[in-house]
């Protein structure tokens, strides 16, 4: 039998089937033991118990084969149905996909801002010393006289070469700063829209069964 439901009747069939198969699983006898005398097993008949078996081992069959159909028809949907999110076209797979993995996303993000972080107040911390070794360099030259001070020329002359020579900086290849406002904006569009589009997509999106 033909039928066409939509991706989110089919992930409800899903969950479903999955109920049920587990549930005929547990309850599922199809083999017993009986005294050679007795035509029973257990109370039941044997002509009943061999019937029962055959039939509880094709309804799960049957059950198995159509979640299998079901599932396989929903996968096929996901990997050819497109949707946005941001400014970012993906198939509903890559949605899926991205939203199970986007823990590796925030640990990279939370990385970067680690090592920034802790690079900047290491650089901020060894300028600040050299900020006061200037300092003391200039009070050196001016002596006791509070009144004395370097014209602009002679403190240079002192502060220029000091500070080329001790001054610290960030190596900054990636411009990491730039780099993970960006990442984090794309995580933050990315989760306050994945669920609502996706939702919206299964609503309407429709698939083909043929049982």
Same mark, same amino acid.
């Given at each position: ?48 118990? !061999? +019937?029962? %078996?055959?039939?509880?081992?094709? #309804? =799960? ?7 299998? &159909?079901? /599932? *396989? ?18 198939? !509903? +797979?890559? %949605?899926?996909?991205?939203?199970? #993995? =986007? ?7 939370? &990385?970067? /801002? *680690? ?18 070794? !200037? ?20 403190? *240079? ?55």
């Amino acid at each position: 039998m033909k039928r066409t439901i939509t991706v989110t009747e089919g992930l409800n069939e899903l969950k479903l089937y999955d109920s049920k198969i587990e549930k005929a699983i547990n309850n599922l006898k199809l083999i017993g033991a009986k005294k050679k005398s007795v035509d029973k097993v257990g109370v039941v008949n044997v002509e009943k118990f !061999v +019937a029962d %078996a055959k039939a509880a081992h094709q #309804s =799960i069959m049957d059950l198995i084969r159509n979640r299998n &159909a079901l /599932k *396989a028809a929903i996968v096929k949907s996901n990997a050819i149905t497109y949707l946005e999110i941001g400014d970012q076209k993906m198939t !509903v +797979a890559e %949605a899926i996909e991205r939203k199970n #993995s =986007i823990q590796y996303e925030k640990e990279l993000l939370l &990385a970067m /801002k *680690a090592q920034y972080g802790s690079a900047t107040v290491t650089v901020n911390k060894e300028n600040a010393k050299v900020d006061n070794k !200037v300092d003391e360099l200039i009070l050196t030259l001016v002596g006791r006289d509070t009144t004395k001070k370097l014209d602009k020329d002679e403190q *240079a002359a002192v502060e220029v070469p000091y500070r080329a020579k001790n001054e610290w900086e960030l190596v900054d290849p990636l411009n990491l700063f730039d780099l993970m406002t960006k990442l984090e904006a794309d995580i933050d569009t990315f989760e306050s829209q994945v669920d609502g589009k996706l939702s919206l997509c299964n609503a309407t999106t429709f698939i083909e069964l043929d049982f």
